[in-house]
Each structure stands twice: as structure tokens, then as C-alpha cells.
């Protein structure tokens, strides 16, 4: 049986003939979002810091949805990298549709073990980034509508033990976010986050207590399950496809209901 809303709504959910850049998308959740978008028909940037195989092999499965693929290392943290990454997208594929902050570090620490320098990283990272991709981004959206994601996390608006400098970064972020999606609304781009519950990536391998957030996570879940980033994927090409016009300046939770249970 075909998909009758489709049918009606051509594009509803169809990337085809639009760019996207995925930041941090060679491992994890961002290789998810890219696959993702791929499979909606998008060409897409896949952006990676230190493993360049690994952003290959997400480059080699998205030419095998028959998407183009542009691998292009920078640290997001580096203005001048990021430059060099907007110009190497509009060299090879001369627009951007579609910007996916996703790309994140940082050092897991009490409050009262960060230094300034480990706050500075963290915060550089994952917040400050946005404004250079954001503005370079704009600049490759010029003529035609953008949706810009940012990839933000619980610890945003939560106290989680050895989060302060990353949770802090999140919080900075989803403010960005709507500072941003006030500006850039009415010039037709689109800017939201989201925001997700426990996922098991390598990232998680790097918690102290891994094991006792897991298993917490479990136990509170009312889907019963850890988010995955199937789950992160699919509410991001939501959130870039037609479907979501009206979303702007939002984050929203994908978690299977463990932020709300009291
Ligand atoms: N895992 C979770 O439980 C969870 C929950 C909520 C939100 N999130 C968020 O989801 C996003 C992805 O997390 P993940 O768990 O998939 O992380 P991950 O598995 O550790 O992957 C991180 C990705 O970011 C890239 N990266 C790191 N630093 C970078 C930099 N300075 N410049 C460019 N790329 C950089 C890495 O590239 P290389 O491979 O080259 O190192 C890698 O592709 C992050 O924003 C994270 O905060 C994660």
C-alpha cells in the first residue's frame, strides 16, 4: 500500500536535491543523522575531528543510499577550521540546506575539580560553535529556506553528577538556540534542538559511573528502553523537513518519558 500523505504532500519528509552538514557525524549519533538525512534523499558534509576512517565508512554508507558524500575534518572549536569547512561545502556542492550541530566534547568533572581551562574546552566545543556555524551556514542558505539542529542533552536543565561544565555548555546552547531562531525566522531559516536521554555511544564509555547510569536509566524509563540514535535521527529530518514549518526556537526531549517521571 503507498503512503497517501506523501502522495498529497510531495516533500513532506523528501530532502532530495537539498545539502546538509552534520557535525560530529563519523561515530555516534551525528553518524545516525547523517545516515538519516541520506536516506531522505540529502547530499550531505560529514564532519569528524580526529577519526577520519570512521567518517569515511559513515561516508561510504550514505553513497550507498545513492547520496553524495563530502568528508571534511575541522574542529569545531576553531573559527578558521570552520571556515575552511564552508568553503570546502560550497566548492563541492554550492549550497547548504540543512546544519546539524552535533559534534560535542568535554571534561567530566565536579564542579569543584573543573579548571578553566577544562571549562573553556567544554564550552567552546559544544556552545560556542554554534555562532560560526550558524553564521556560516546562513551565508550558504542565502536564497532558499535552512533548518539548523543543535544536539543538546538532559544536563541542560538537570544536575547530573560530573556534568557541570558540559550541562552548562547545553544550557548555553539551547539559549543560542532561540536567540537565534528569533533572527533568523523571518529570513526562512529554521532553528531548534533537541534533546536526548541516555544513548550508549563511545561517549558514554568515558562516565566514571557508566554502569550505575545505565541501569538507572532503565529503571526509569517509561518506554523502557535507552534512547537510541535511530530515535535522535528521526526527530531531527522531522524537524528539517517541511512537516515541522512551524517549530522554531524549540528543544525538544526525545527520552522515552524519563525526564518526566517525578
Ligand atoms: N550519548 C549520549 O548519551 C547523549 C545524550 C544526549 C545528548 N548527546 C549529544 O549527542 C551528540 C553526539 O554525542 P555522541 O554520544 O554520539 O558522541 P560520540 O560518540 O563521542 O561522538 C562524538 C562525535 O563528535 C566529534 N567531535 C568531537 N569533538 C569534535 C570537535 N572539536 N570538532 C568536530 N567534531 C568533534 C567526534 O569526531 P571524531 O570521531 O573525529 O573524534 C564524533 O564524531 C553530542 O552533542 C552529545 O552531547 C549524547
Known amino acids: 500500500m503507498s503512503n497517501r500523505f506523501c502522495e498529497i504532500n510531495p516533500g513532506c519528509m523528501d530532502l532530495t536535491g537539498k545539502v546538509a552538514l552534520v557535525t560530529g557525524s563519523s561515530r555516534g549519533i551525528g553518524r545516525a543523522i547523517a545516515i538519516r538525512l541520506a536516506q531522505a534523499g540529502a547530499d550531505v558534509a560529514i564532519n569528524y575531528f ?32 570552520v571556515s575552511k569547512m564552508f568553503a570546502a561545502i560550497q ?3 554550492g549550497r547548504l540546506d540543512v546544519l546539524v550541530s552535533n559534534a560535542a566534547s568535554g571534561i567530566l568533572k565536579s564542579a569543584l575539580e573543573l579548571n578553566m581551562r577544562y571549562w573553556r574546552w ?11 556555524l550558524a553564521q556560516g551556514a546562513v551565508k550558504l542558505m542565502a536564497g532558499h529556506s535552512g533548518s539548523i539542529v543543535a544536539v543538546s542533552s538532559l544536563g541542560a536543565v538537570r544536575a547530573i553528577p560530573n556534568y557541570a561544565a558540559v550541562g552548562a555548555s547545553k544550557a548555553a546552547l539551547e539559549s543560542l538556540i532561540r536567540h537565534l531562531a528569533v533572527e533568523l525566522a523571518p529570513i526562512g531559516v529554521r532553528v531548534n534542538a533537541v534533546s536526548a536521554g ?3 555511544t563511545d561517549a558514554v564509555k568515558h562516565f566514571p559511573n557508566r554502569e550505575q547510569m545505565i541501569t538507572e ?12 540514535p535511530d530515535d535522535v535521527a528521526n526527530t531531527v529530518l522531522y524537524l528539517c523537513s517541511d ?9 525538544v526531549v526525545i527520552d522515552g518519558g524519563y525526564s518526566i517521571v517525578g
Not at 567544554?122 to 555562532?131: S, V
Open 91 to 93: 566548492e563541492n556542492f
Open 50 to 81: 580526529r577519526h577520519r576512517s570512521k567518517a569515511e565508512e559513515t561516508a561510504a554508507e550514505i553513497q550507498a543510499q545513492g547520496s553524495k558524500a563530502l568528508v571534511v575534518g575541522a574542529n569545531v572549536a576553531e573559527e578558521a577550521d
Open 122 to 132: 567544554t564550552m567552546d566545543i559544544n556552545a560556542g560553535c554554534l555562532l560560526p
Open 198 to 200: 541516555l544513548v550508549e
Open 217 to 228: 536509566s532503565l529503571r526509569r524509563t517509561p518506554a523502557g528502553r535507552l534512547t537510541e
Open 243 to 251: 512537516m515541522a514549518k512551524m517549530i522554531v526556537g524549540q528543544t
